[in-house]
């Protein structure tokens, strides 16, 4: 065991851990808002609408975060029409691109998540809504999802902790992320252990304290 | 179109053997997390602490720390690990293990944690009853195992076993960082030399897709099978 090591690289690894979070956050909330889309969408009588939404999240679900990150990163600059808009300045940053993929995979999974709770919503509640009048709208925002996000908390924590895991993948598209600057340490010293230690520790005080914030909401929210 | 043919001309056949490649990495990965689980499920239940917090300790670190870095230990470590136990017999040569079986092995110890935590759950819901009768009936604990547990517990650990599988089936493209030639490994070297990233990683994600769909399909066959009677 090299203590040294581990000591030295406690502060860069911490330092790399800052853009995991970032990634995780900036992806999650994104994701958050393309989850709640397609969940309605998915939820809706049209039929094209409903297959659309559902062959997004089959999709998005069915393929490795891998392959979706490098369509979005090697894949989409081959398209010469987006390179002169405005979009190429985002595209062109693997920061971005590894954003839009997380994004748009945790997305899938978050609507699935929303749409299951959104469905074991009591029928009773809703038409208690509709019996005092209220108008479906204001049902909907106030009565239909707050109940499906405290429905929804244990799953979606879970979702939080993989999409962690997920954002190591950015370290493919040359961003030093936690992963990455694990990984670069490892090949310049040749301490793999040493380092996962290190790096793995750090991941996994991420986890306990997501895991521990979302049991804290579930209590709070919870129904009695 | 003919960027798909078979033989020189075409990515056809590299990619096919790719996905052959793919399919046997997952399988493989998938036995060795059964061992894994194997000797880690009667751990979660034993009655012994010392022994559930091994167990556990397996479970939440693997289930917390992201699939990547579990690789780069391998394949950083893993010639290391095994050079070291050779040099205990006396045996100082540079060992090379290739990239197949580092791989199977990291994501199988990744889909042992998911493996181990569906059996455990699966065995918990068998209804302590069963266990009762057997006693009753004086079955031997081994006949107990082979003749109600496990038929019982593989009907319940079947639909979540099939996301046991998909997850490790798509985390076998992450094994393309270590040089092993599947489906992403190809595609990356398919893109490289014709400049069509687009292309080539969008028919990965299409063979991935044929795969988990394929694989459903077949699940739910043996889901059928299992739950006759039910």
Request: aromatic share 14%; proline share 3%; with cysteine.
């Amino acid at each position: 065991m090299d203590f040294e090591l581990m000591i030295n690289s406690f502060p860069k690894l911490l330092n790399a851990a800052v853009i995991t979070l970032k990634l995780l956050s900036v992806s999650l909330i994104v994701g958050l808002f393309i989850g709640l889309l397609f969940a309605i969408l998915r939820l809706n009588k049209n039929v094209f609408i409903n297959k659309f939404a559902y062959g997004y999240s089959y999709i998005f679900r069915g393929t490795p975060l891998l392959v979706q990150i490098f369509i979005i990163y090697f894949g989409l600059g081959q398209i010469e029409y987006l390179r002169s808009t405005f979009l190429w300045v985002i595209l062109k940053e693997p920061y971005w691109c590894a954003i839009i993929a997380f994004a748009l995979n945790t997305g899938a999974y978050t609507s699935e998540i929303l749409r299951s709770a959104f469905q074991t919503i009591k029928p009773g509640i809703i038409e208690a809504g509709q019996s005092l009048g209220i108008s479906s709208k204001i049902i909907f925002y106030k009565i239909q999802i707050p109940i499906a996000i405290r429905q929804s908390l244990p799953a979606y924590g879970n979702e939080i902790i993989l999409m962690m895991k997920g954002t190591s993948l950015a370290s493919t598209v040359t961003l030093m992320d936690l992963t990455g600057v694990a990984k670069y340490i490892i090949s310049t010293t040749f301490k793999p252990i040493e380092v996962f230690i290190v790096a793995g520790g750090i991941y996994l005080f991420m986890t306990f304290i997501i895991h521990n914030v979302i049991k804290f909401l579930e209590k709070k929210y919870s129904f009695n | 179109m003919e960027l798909l043919a078979f033989g020189d001309t075409g990515w056809g056949d590299e990619l096919f053997r790719a996905t052959l490649m793919t399919i046997a990495v997952s399988i493989t990965s998938m036995l060795i997390g059964f061992s894994f689980a194997g000797i880690f499920t009667p751990l979660k239940l034993s009655k012994f602490k010392s022994l559930n917090l091994v167990a556990n300790i397996y479970t939440t670190v693997i289930r917390g720390v992201p699939e990547l870095l579990v690789i780069y230990l391998f394949f950083f470590g893993g010639s290391g690990a095994i050079m070291f136990v050779a040099s205990m017999f006396g045996y100082n040569e540079y060992i090379e293990i290739n990239a197949f079986i580092t791989g199977s092995f990291a994501i199988g110890i990744i889909s042992g944690a998911y493996s181990t935590e569906v059996f455990r759950g699966a065995i918990q819901s068998i209804d302590k009853g069963q266990f009762e009768a057997a006693k009753v009936l004086g079955l031997s604990k081994f006949a107990q195992f082979y003749k109600i547990t496990l038929p019982q517990m593989l009907r319940l650990a079947i639909p979540n076993l099939s996301n046991v599988w998909q997850i490790t089936l798509k985390d076998t493209s992450l094994i393309s960082v270590t040089g092993l030639v599947e489906i992403m490994r190809q595609s990356y070297i398919a893109a490289g030399s014709t400049r069509d990233p687009l292309f080539f990683y969008s028919f990965a994600a299409v063979l991935y897709l044929l795969l988990t769909f394929l694989s459903m399909k077949l699940i739910n066959k043996l889901e059928v099978k299992y739950s006759r009677g039910y």
